[in-house]
């Protein structure tokens, strides 16, 4: 079966820093993708591992260890606009396959 | 910059009815894939699309649905007749194909959002 864990909500201040775990056992592993959704919006693309280690891109990072089936996205600098989901997702197979999301981190930064 | 688009973006149907939910996907991706949201769920795979033919289809995706590319730039998802459960938002998305280890990330429409009465 396909498993993706990840904490139902979060809470954070503004300009403070925060990581959000994503653990996952699928039948198959091709790279895991982080997706950020505003309440009523479509997921849009954050950051993408398939390879051990850590991905930077601006405040945002992204950090993958497959022998753990572990990762986490941690937001630097955080900005009212950053209260939203994240979405976890592990695409299992190669171009064009399915991605198997996660129910998603709530997010509610404050002031 | 290049999106996907959907229409319409809210459908109201009744019981038993058939919908057609319509994608424009971005002009030069390959792959062509179709999830829902159930209101506070998580995002749920229905099916994939490549070259004119499905190439993935999950457990939700039963004989009720289909898909088409009509023509060139449309891609539609049909349920012949719906039930109450099958309300939730369907978000439509498209990637291109890309080489071994690179990131060929799914690019989602805004959604439609169908309510079944």
């Known amino acids: ?111 | 910059e290049p999106e996907v688009t959907q229409t319409p973006s809210h459908q109201v149907t009744q019981m038993g009815q058939e919908v057609i939910l319509r994608c424009v996907p971005i002009s030069n991706h390959l792959y062509f894939y179709w999830y829902r949201q159930i209101l506070g769920q998580k995002v749920e795979f229905l099916v994939s699309f490549y070259n004119n033919e499905i190439s993935e289809k999950s457990e939700i995706f039963d004989d009720q649905f289909s898909v088409e590319r009509p023509d060139g730039s449309n891609f539609t998802l049909k349920i012949r007749s719906t039930k109450l459960e099958d309300s939730a938002m369907y978000f439509c998305a498209s990637s291109v194909r890309s080489r071994a280890g690179v990131s060929d990330e799914q690019f989602f429409g805004p959604g439609t959002r169908l309510t079944v009465l």
Not at chain 1, 56 to 81: A, N, P, V
Request: neutral net charge; aromatic residues 12%.
């Open chain 1, 1 to 111: 079966g396909q498993n993706i864990d990840q904490p139902t909500e979060m809470t954070a201040t503004e300009g403070a820093i925060v990581q959000i775990n994503c653990t996952y056992q699928t039948s198959g592993f091709n790279g895991l993708f982080w997706y950020q959704q505003h309440a009523g919006e479509a997921p849009t693309f954050l950051s993408y591992n398939v390879l051990d280690g850590l991905e930077e891109k601006g405040r945002f990072s992204s950090f993958l260890s497959r022998s753990k089936g572990y990762s986490y996205l941690l937001l630097k600098e955080l900005q009212m606009k950053d209260s939203a989901s994240y979405l976890c997702a592990v695409k299992k197979g190669q171009a064009g396959t399915a991605l198997i999301f996660g129910k998603g981190t709530t997010l509610s930064v404050s002031s």
